[in-house]
């Protein structure tokens, strides 16, 4: 598995660990301080000049969050990474990084909704300009860019259509035009695609999802070459979206099972994907590993070692039927968010994407009964028997 084998050895656990007396402690410290003292002021000084290393306030970096960084770093096999309060803090602060006042935006038209209305509503406050495209038209995303295109924006797996971004042929297509490729890789996590080595500049992820995978965390990260991400430091420092030194420390905690994790979420997801796909109440079934997909044949080539833990699925019932679906299920809950180790599910229309509006939705395949199910690792039969007793019971 890239990457982790060096994670292992990046955590306090290791050999070069701080020592207490003969011994060293197996899980790192939580360092719970907001600020840092010195003895000396010229000590001081050197550590804000970058001369000497040390830390001075926790807006700025702590301990427990430089350990988590450097960990994030490794798995995506990329120069640096920063952790933020929140996915959507790890994305507009990026933005800021990348964007002025009169730079254009090409944007995936399928992306989390949050992230929509973040493009949509706030970048044209700044003075940006935003395209929506489709990003798997490869060609659709060439005609859209313009000579102050600075970036390229796109999910791995798009939420919540569940298609893969061709990330190879985008990258090219942004390094032929001196544009920076931002991927939100949060639906795949490092272990199913590491989006800089098919060519991204920026990879982000809403920690609070797969990387922690135990819905105790809200965090976010950005990670890419050390330029960019030195400037994104200073604008962090600026405008404060830090993450909590506990948050981290439970994402340190999260990310020792991440690969076992992501192999039992996409194996349960498989098999899930093609058991719905025969319910005679279900209608289109989203999945990347599905043959049938758009993007399969993308997916086989962007993602190693499974196809992830979200899918779609399409219901063949109204509203009524749809909240008799929800209330007929005991064991999986209805739950505006994904990648927790139980499985839930969400309808976007209703949650993800509340914000976009219904014409553009629809347009997207993004009904009112679409249903987004993040797969959890209870065993298979025990999810199923679930879902299937609940669509039985529909008429």
Known sequence: MKGFEKVYRGFSGSKKSERLGVSRPEVPPIYATSVFSFDRLED???VFEGKSHGFIYSRIDNPTNKLLEDVLAELELSEQALVFSSGMAAISHSLMAALKP??????????????????KDILGSWDVEVDFVDIFDVEAVKRSIRQNTKVIY??????PMMEVADIPSLSSLAKENGILLFVDNTFASPVLCNPVMLGADVVIHSLTKYINGHSDVTGGMVAGEKTFMEKLLKIRTIIGGCMSPFDAWLTLRGIKTLHARMKVHSENAMALARLLENH????????PGLERQKTYGIARKVLEGGFGGMLSFELLADEAEL?????????????????SVSTILSIPAKTSHRAVPEDVRLSKGISNSLIRLSVGMEPLEVIWKDISNSLDKLS
């Open 44 to 46: 001081m000084d050197r």
């Open 102 to 119: 009169g730079d254009h935006v090409v944007v995936s038209d399928v992306i989390y909704g949050g992230s929509y209305a973040l493009f």
């Open 154 to 159: 796109c999910e791995t797996i798009s939420n």
């Open 280 to 287: 005679p109440k279900v209608g289109k079934v989203y999945y």
């Open 323 to 339: 909240n008799n679906f929800l209330e007929n299920l005991e064991l999986i809950e209805l739950v505006p968010s994904l990648a």
